[in-house]
């Protein structure tokens, strides 16, 4: 098992920053990648950021030059740092763990930008 704990949503205004965080713990020895999923009300699930075991990271195209993706592994803590936020960003996000067969979830935070 994996437990992960977000905190840092809240509401900005558009052009603001906020900084996510993820505290992982359990068998953090088994996560592959740590991925960001955001889920606005009406939408679909859109994945956001992702870091792997190894240190590469992805983006979706919405956020790519805006949000960086990091860890620190000394404190099991993996950051979604978000520049330039606009109201389209608005969602739940959530912090997810992926092992070999399973992801396992965050309960998520919530971000709100406003116009």
């Known amino acids: 098992q994996v437990q992960l704990v977000e905190s840092g949503g809240g509401l900005v205004q558009a052009g603001g920053s906020l900084r996510l965080s993820c505290a992982t713990s359990?068998?953090?020895?088994?996560?592959?990648?740590i991925d960001w999923y955001r889920q606005a009300p009406g939408k679909q699930r859109e994945l956001v950021a992702e870091i792997t075991s190894g240190g590469s990271t992805n983006y979706a195209d919405s956020v790519k030059g805006r949000f960086t993706i990091s860890r620190d592994n000394a404190k099991n803590t993996v950051y979604l740092e978000m520049n330039r936020l606009k109201p389209e960003d608005t969602a739940v996000y959530h912090c997810?763990?992926?092992?070999?067969?399973?992801?396992?979830w965050g309960q998520g935070t919530q971000v709100t930008v406003s116009s």
């Open positions: 997810t763990a992926q092992t070999t067969g399973t992801r396992f």
């Open positions: 359990g068998r953090i020895f088994s996560i592959n990648s």
